[in-house]
């Protein structure tokens, strides 16, 4: 079950022709495959195209209507292989993935892919993760594009230009035989915006009338001599067949043509920021009527020749607006205009930066510099927006208030563990293990539980990809010491491909380290989706298989399970245990603990209506004693719970806050078991409040009351002689 | 056309109209993302294109993160016979609406460049959600708040700011329901407060709560709440007991120390009886009249002196913790914190770990050594005590197990603890005062070095070292100049970590 649930969304999908859709840019898109008769659709979650893979997962209904058939892929190159549906039929299909990342891992079933070229559309949705926000490295999916000869679609980030790119893309790739990338950046994935739709169209050849009637073509299998002609085929009938088709079609397109003798050359994807940067430089209007000449490439690879001789002849100089690096784009037009005898003057990256985020001040700033180069009277000095006015990075030189000390009073907030996440205990476990044994070096994965590299924790010193957890740490495999490394790996990791690259490469190999697999029942930081091992009943797909099971299929004799993750001292005591062992081998702790968001979302409703019912139910939380809290936070340290935070201090005679703990506290217990396990302090309380409580429970409590009342009299008389 | 001239295309630039931008800085999953919504299902109700984007992504897990909206009137659009172009992301300078869910983001805004005086309505919750570093501080590593409010009301060319976290508490909503509110009461939305009110109905999640939080929300910005003004803290009662300590205080004491030294003596008096509080006031005696003749008048090291003195003799052990754990005030405080309804029990269970050293410690002192002497009972107390217990203080077993420990307080001061702490409160004291003549920066110092004595257990253990080493420094450090500051220094590198890394570092650069 992901997150979010998407009933609402699903209904969007229904719409028909002229109607308008109003949503998501990346939920526009899904709406766009169905409108374009897609036979199958596949992927793997990750941000940000994870709601695409949510709200199909979501709309059964309406896919078995059209006969389409939609998968979560077991891993990106999972996905991509699934596109050899296309090779030999003329069926159209789609996958998506998070990229680079997940391009990596799919680029062995691309290349192949590629070679042999496809007879049906094929897609590949990639979200493109760079800049604000991103959580991968820094690379472009261009070079992918390149490398493999697949072609490269970028659209402007509105809805209307988004969907149409999908339905172009089918047609482009069956019309140069190319598998097509369109490529969709963050803040264009999430984007809100509307189209007006179209009918869904139900494919004509289906996946039916395929496996019944099964067609193959040896010339399309990469393998001697064919892989051969499938290189010259690339390059003398797939290329050239796509810029005419580009040309024809008008993919990219021409904005104020003539006006100028000089203009720009840009990724679609950064038209609407370049567009609002003409306008704040009095070059543009809010309605994109730009004053500039501008050649908006929606199709980044491959440049389509004559489109660009066409907007460079004549113009003094170009710049080009490419974000990222290397600058495959003005290198290329660099070759391209001095092998077709045009004398522009090519801009780009002198004037833009070579690394990092096209940001609206860092856009307004090239531009501005490249149009002062060929055009100064058009800029009024007098009316420069604030943007241009200041270096990009340092914002507060132009400030009213210039204060350093503000700006570091500013911290940083990146994400961290959710309240009451099961992850957390693990953490706090290795700290008072590493306090007991010492450090020893660890080697994360991908997921939520790379939030320990950050404070509180500090753990962690590699990650090297998605389940690489494990195999990150293969190298300290030796007889001379018998200190042991530590790796980490999620559950969706594991399934993506850790049992193999990492577990069964330390049976092989015959490791003598421990893993610890965080099994909390979904791949957790991609939105909560379903993988094997998922506690859930999910009647389409197979749940619920056992991760420890599988780990001692391949052959890791010693395996330990903590059911109960918040076992802040079991969870200690096993990684002791595991670190500590004189059997040597690989070792696996698999720590399980569901996901306390996705948890609580399901729960909380159902609790409320308990109550409501009348039935017994308990809510439990913690609490601090301000007054037996002594404010070295130790347990923060330990913990890092975001409802465990700190006051005032009530005590006229101290001074550091307090620890305290928010309404917001699911009362998951780590809190009473760190104090335990750390011995910390006593102030830690649980509070049970019962709702609906039992006759006998309350006969109980009030004999209770009684007593105790009694004694709290006499205890009331001595402190009323002393506090009045 | 190259050569038209830049004032009429200016001129024209200024005639379009342009979009309405609005940023939203919040922290993951705490409803930034309801509130764009809101902002675009109203505009779009209202004749408005609406774009929304945002950068979800993990920072969904509680980190900070920005929602960007703009909007742009739909009769323009007509009349161009065209559709606007909408910008993916916030250009600093080109903000006229700006809300951030917590006061450190409203920091991060201006910093960043959004907020400028010439068209930025800033709207800000002035609660704080304490960052990580802020929180994991050994003693107070909070930010100074107030310069996030100075700067805005720099920056910004209206400002509008309360608790709006309050707000949605009290009326259990969300905190984008008083923030929606206060953002119609500014009027920088070309709509109407029912137009406001319609987007939240149409939101159809938890109605009736939204529309009242955001009508507080609403009345808050147009009439923002008077600071109480700050009356002068009552003094405190002083029961029977206490009346003649009391006097003494304020006769025998200046005026600059009563609150403090008549918030030790009642300290004390509480935790043991008005003997206790007696013997605190004969130490400070002297602390004042070293203070008189040396101090600058605000008997500083008399109120730091005083402050330490009295938590130092009102040390924490299990007769104490006991003690506030069974009283009717605590009961009544988790009652209160938990909200429980008068239907609705409240069971509340401690999580106590006694160690063998505890026990001891408020043992008569013969006996706790006995206690501790390696042999069988020690392993055997050992064993016992291994595991934390969890001990029901609502129940009547753990109340009375409680009760008899609280009932050990007449035994305290025969107690092992007793004796050890006595002993080095007395030492420290001395240094107080034998510093105080020669170098009173100094004394001060050392007065507020018990500072690093905190916690229970090891924690305790940690603090005492570095109390002990600390202390130890000071004859090195008095043969240097600004020997007060070089103290400082010292209890500021204890404070800085848990691992002691950074002390000893600074240790070993002074001797
Ligand atoms: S018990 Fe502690 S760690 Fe668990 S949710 Fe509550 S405050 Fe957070």
């Known amino acids: 079950m992901a997150e979010r649930s998407f009933k609402k969304e699903v209904q969007k999908l229904y719409l028909g022709d002229g109607a308008e859709f109003r949503g998501e840019g990346i939920l526009a898109v899904t709406k766009a495959l169905l409108q374009s008769g897609v036979s199958y659709i596949a992927g793997y979650q990750g941000a940000p195209i994870s709601h695409l893979m949510d709200v199909l997962a979501d709309s059964s209904d309406i896919l078995d209507e059209l006969g389409v058939h939609f998968e979560q892929s077991a891993s990106e190159a999972t996905a991509a292989a699934t596109l050899a549906a296309s090779v030999n039929y003329p069926l159209r299909g789609a996958v998506t993935f998070k990229s680079t990342v997940g391009t990596n891992v799919a680029s062995d079933a691309l290349a192949n892919l590629a070679s042999g070229g496809v007879t049906g559309g094929a897609l590949i949705i990639v979200g493109e993760d760079y800049g604000d926000g991103s959580s991968i490295m820094q690379e472009r999916s261009h070079a992918f594009a390149m490398k493999s000869q697949m072609w490269l679609l970028d659209p402007r980030p509105n809805l209307p230009s988004i969907v149409r790119a999908v339905e172009q893309s089918f047609e482009l790739s069956e019309a140069s035989n190319t598998p097509v990338m369109l490529e969709l950046r963050i803040r264009a994935c999430h984007v809100h915006g509307r189209f007006v739709a179209k009918d869904n169209v139900r494919p004509t050849f289906t996946l039916k009338d395929a496996m019944e009637k099964p067609v193959r073509d040896v010339s399309r299998i990469v393998l001697p001599p064919a892989s051969f002609l499938h290189e010259q085929e690339k390059i003398h009938t797939r290329w050239p067949a796509a810029q005419r088709f580009i040309e024809a079609r008008g993919l990219n397109e021409f904005f104020a043509e003539q006006s100028q003798d000089f203009g720009i050359i840009l990724q679609g994807g950064m038209y609407n920021t370049i567009s609002r940067s003409l306008e704040l430089l009095g070059l543009s209007t809010p309605f994109g009527e730009s004053r500039v000449p501008l050649l908006v490439l929606n199709v980044t690879y491959p440049l389509c020749d004559a489109d660009i001789r066409r907007f460079c002849s004549g113009k003094r100089g170009v710049l080009v607006v490419e974000e990222g690096q290397p600058n495959f784009i003005e290198q290329s037009l660099h070759a391209l205009l001095h092998e077709a005898d045009v004398p522009s003057k090519i801009h780009g990256k002198d004037m833009l930066p070579m690394a990092g985020e096209y940001t609206a001040p860092t856009m307004i700033q090239g531009v501005l510099k490249f149009v002062m180069r060929y055009a100064p009277h058009l800029i009024d000095d007098l009316r420069l927006p604030a943007a241009a006015r200041t270096a990009p990075t340092r914002p507060l030189a132009m400030l009213p208030v210039t204060s350093a000390s503000l700006t570091s009073q500013i911290h940083p907030r990146p994400p961290s563990f959710c309240t009451g996440c099961p992850e957390r205990p693990i953490f706090t476990a290795m700290k008072l293990v590493e306090r007991e044994l010492g450090v020893h070096h660890v080697s994360c994965d991908i997921g939520c539980h790379l939030f320990s590299i950050l404070p509180p924790f500090n753990i962690g010193a590699t990650t090297m990809g998605y389940g690489l957890g494990w195999a990150g740490a293969a190298a300290f495999n030796t007889k001379e010491t018998s200190r042991r490394t530590i790796s980490i790996m999620g559950d969706g990791g594991f399934w993506h491909n850790g049992l193999t690259s990492g577990v069964g490469n330390a049976v092989f190999n015959k490791t003598d380290s421990v893993l610890i697999v965080v099994d909390n029942s979904y791949t957790a930081a991609t939105g909560g989706q379903d993988i094997l091992s998922s506690a859930a009943t999910v009647p389409a797909r197979t749940t619920k298989l056992s991760i420890a099971n599988a780990v001692r299929g391949v052959g890791v004799k010693w395996v330990r399970s903590v059911t109960r993750t918040y076992d802040v001292a079991k969870m200690r005591d096993t990684l002791k245990e595991a670190l500590t062992t004189k059997s040597r081998g690989p070792k696996v702790i698999v720590a399980q603990g569901e996901c306390a968001l996705n948890r609580e979302r399901r729960e909380r409703p159902l609790v409320a209506r308990r109550a409501k019912e009348g039935k017994r139910v308990v809510r439990e939380r913690f609490g601090v004693d301000a007054d037996t809290c002594t404010g070295d936070h130790s347990c923060i340290r330990l913990s890092g719970c975001p409802s465990l935070t700190i006051k005032d201090n009530p005590d006229p005679l101290r001074t550091d806050p307090v620890a305290t703990v928010l309404d917001s506290c699911i009362g998951c217990g780590l809190c009473g078991e760190v104090a335990h396990a750390a011995v910390l302090c006593p102030s830690f309380y649980r509070s049970d409040v019962i709702t609906n409580p039992s006759a006998i429970e309350r006969l109980h409590a009030r004999v209770r009351r009684a007593v105790i009342s009694l004694v709290h009299r006499r205890i009331d008389r001595r402190l009323a002689s002393i506090l009045g | ?511």
């Not at chain 2, 979009?19 to 930034?32: D, P, R, S, V």
């Not at chain 2, 742009?72 to 659009?77: G, L, R, S, T, Y």
């Not at chain 2, 999580?351 to 706790?368: C, K, M, N, S």
Request: charged share 25%; aromatic share 8%; proline share 4%.
């Open chain 2, 1 to 511: 056309m190259n050569t038209s001239s830049t004032a009429q295309y200016s001129a024209l630039g200024s005639r379009a109209p342009s979009a309405i931008t609005i940023a939203i800085l919040a922290m993951g999953g705490e409803g930034g993302g309801v509130l764009a919504d809101w902002i675009v299902d109203l505009a779009e109700h209202s004749g408005f294109f609406a774009q929304k984007t945002s950068v979800p992504g993990v920072a969904q897990r509680t980190g900070s993160t920005i929602y960007y909206c703009e909007i742009f009137p739909e009769n323009a659009a007509q009349a161009a016979g065209k559709e606007p172009v909408l910008a993916l992301s916030p250009v600093l300078g080109e903000l006229d609406v700006v809300i951030a869910s917590e006061l450190m983001e409203c920091g991060r805004a201006i910093q960043r460049g959004l907020v400028t005086p010439d068209r930025t309505t800033l709207i800000a919750s002035t609660h704080r959600v304490y960052s990580m570093s802020e929180r994991t501080d050994l003693a107070d590593g909070r930010v100074d708040a107030s310069q996030f409010i100075e700067a805005g009301t720099a920056a910004a060319r209206s400002f509008v700011r309360t608790d709006f976290a309050h707000i949605a508490h009290d009326t259990g909503s969300v905190i984008s329901a008083p923030l929606f509110g206060a953002l119609a009461a500014t009027g920088a939305l070309p709509f109407s407060r029912e137009q406001f009110e319609d987007a939240v109905r149409r939101g159809g999640v938890g109605v009736d709560s939204s529309l009242a939080a955001f009508a507080i929300g609403f009345d808050a910005a147009v009439a923002p709440a008077r600071k109480p003004t700050g009356a002068p803290p009552a003094d405190p009662s002083v029961g029977a007991r206490m009346r003649p300590a009391a006097a003494r205080v304020k006769s025998a004491f200046p005026a600059e120390s009563h609150a403090i030294v008549l918030a030790g003596v009642l300290r004390l008096g509480d935790y043991q009886d008005e003997q206790y509080a007696a013997e605190y006031l004969d130490k400070l005696d002297n602390i004042r009249d070293l203070d008189t003749e040396f101090g600058k008048g605000d008997f500083f090291l008399l109120n730091e002196t005083a402050r330490h003195l009295a938590l130092w003799m009102s040390y924490e052990d299990a007769i104490r913790v006991a003690d506030l754990k069974i009283r009717r005030a605590r009961f009544e405080r988790v009652h209160d914190e938990v909200q429980a309804r008068a239907d609705q029990l409240v069971r509340i269970s401690e999580f106590l770990h006694p160690r063998i050293d505890e026990i001891a410690d408020i043992l008569p002192a013969p006996l706790g050594r006995w206690l501790l002497r390696p042999g069988l009972v020690k392993r055997v107390v050992e064993r016992l005590t291994r595991n934390g217990r969890i001990v029901e203080t609502t129940s009547l077993s753990g109340f009375l197990q409680l009760y008899l420990i609280a009932s050990l307080r007449p035994l305290r001061r025969r107690a092992l603890r007793f004796g050890r702490e006595r002993a080095l409160m007395q030492s420290w004291l001395a240094e107080v005062a034998r510093v105080a003549s020669e170098d009173y920066a100094l004394a001060c110092e050392i007065a507020m070095c018990p500072r690093l004595l905190k916690g229970y257990g090891d924690t305790h253990a940690r603090g005492s070292r570095n109390f002990a080493a600390v202390m130890g420094a000071i004859c090195a450090l008095r043969m240097r100049p600004n020997a007060a500051e070089g103290l400082r220094r010292l209890t500021d590198a204890a404070l800085a970590d848990d691992t002691g890394e950074k002390l000893t570092f600074a240790l070993g650069a002074i001797s």
